[in-house]
T-cell receptor, first 115, second 109 residues
Framework: ETGVTQTPRHLVMGMTNKKSLKCEQHLGHNAMYWYKQSAKKPLELMFVYSLEERVENNSVPSRFSPECPNSSHLFLHLHTLQPEDSALYLCASSQEYGDRDYGYTFGSGTRLTVV | GQNIDQPTEMTATEGAIVQINCTYQTSGFNGLFWYQQHAGEAPTFLSY??LDGLEEKGRFSSFLSRSKGYSYLLLKELQMKDSASYLCAVRDSNYQLIWGAGTKLIIKP
C-alpha cells in the first residue's frame, strides 16, 4: 500500500457521462496533485492544492473539475469528456514548505477510457 | 522552454550494469528526482540530488552535474524485477516538477 489510494482503478465512460475520480492520502501531507499520464509523454500537471486551496490550474479544459474538501481527500469530476482524454490519471501528495527531499508520493492511478 | 531528455527505451542483461541518462534545461534548479514506475503501478521515489556528485543507495546510484545540466541513474546487478520505466524530474525555480517522458528499461535473462 502506497499511502495514497485512488479509486476506481479502471473506468470506462461515454462522452456524455459524468463520473468522479477519488484520491485519499494517509501521510499527513499538505499538498495534493492531479497528473495526466499518456503513453510516451511526460507527466502533465493538471491541478495543485496546497493547504486545501487550489494554487495551480495548468490550462485544463473545464470538463475536468477538481475538488479538495480537506487535506486528505481530492476528487476529479469528469463530464462530457473526449476520446483524447483517455489516459492514466495519477494523484500525488507531498509536504509543502517542509522537507522537500522526498518528492511526491503517488497513487496507482485510474486508467480512464472514453468511448 | 523547459525540457527534460532521456532515452525512450533501453535493454540490458540480468546481472549487468546499466546507466540511464537525463539532460535538462529548466528555469532554475532546486533538485533532481528519479522515480521508478512498473507497468500499471504508481511511480515510486528512488533518489534526490541537489548537489553535484554521486548518491549511492544499495544497487542504485544517482549522479548530478548542475553545470552540465546532466544526471544519470546507475543500476548494478540487474534483476528481472528492475524492468520498469524510470522517470527523471527537475524542480525548477518555482518549485514545480518538470518531468521527462521516462525510459523503459527491459531486462533480459
Amino acid at each position: 500500500e502506497t499511502g495514497v489510494t485512488q479509486t476506481p482503478r479502471h473506468l470506462v465512460m461515454g462522452m456524455t457521462n459524468k463520473k468522479s475520480l477519488k484520491c485519499e492520502q494517509h501521510l499527513g501531507h499538505n499538498a495534493m496533485y492531479w497528473y495526466k499520464q499518456s503513453a510516451k509523454k511526460p507527466l502533465e500537471l493538471m491541478f495543485v492544492y496546497s493547504l486545501e486551496e487550489r494554487v495551480e490550474n495548468n490550462s485544463v479544459p473545464s470538463r475536468f473539475s477538481p475538488e479538495c474538501p480537506n487535506s486528505s481527500h481530492l476528487f476529479l469530476h469528469l463530464h462530457t469528456l473526449q476520446p483524447e482524454d483517455s489516459a492514466l490519471y495519477l494523484c500525488a501528495s507531498s509536504q509543502e514548505y517542509g522537507d522537500r527531499d522526498y518528492g511526491y508520493t503517488f497513487g496507482s492511478g485510474t486508467r480512464l477510457t472514453v468511448v | 522552454g523547459q525540457n527534460i531528455d532521456q532515452p525512450t527505451e533501453m535493454t540490458a542483461t540480468e546481472g549487468a550494469i546499466v546507466q540511464i541518462n537525463c539532460t535538462y534545461q529548466t528555469s532554475g534548479f532546486n533538485g533532481l528526482f528519479w522515480y521508478q514506475q512498473h507497468a500499471g503501478e504508481a511511480p515510486t521515489f528512488l533518489s534526490y540530488n541537489v548537489l553535484d556528485g554521486l548518491e549511492e543507495k544499495g544497487r542504485f546510484s544517482s549522479f548530478l552535474s548542475r553545470s552540465k545540466g546532466y544526471s544519470y541513474l546507475l543500476l548494478k546487478e540487474l534483476q528481472m524485477k528492475d524492468s520498469a520505466s524510470y522517470l527523471c524530474a527537475v524542480r525548477d525555480s518555482n518549485y514545480q516538477l518538470i518531468w521527462g517522458a521516462g525510459t523503459k528499461l527491459i531486462i533480459k535473462p
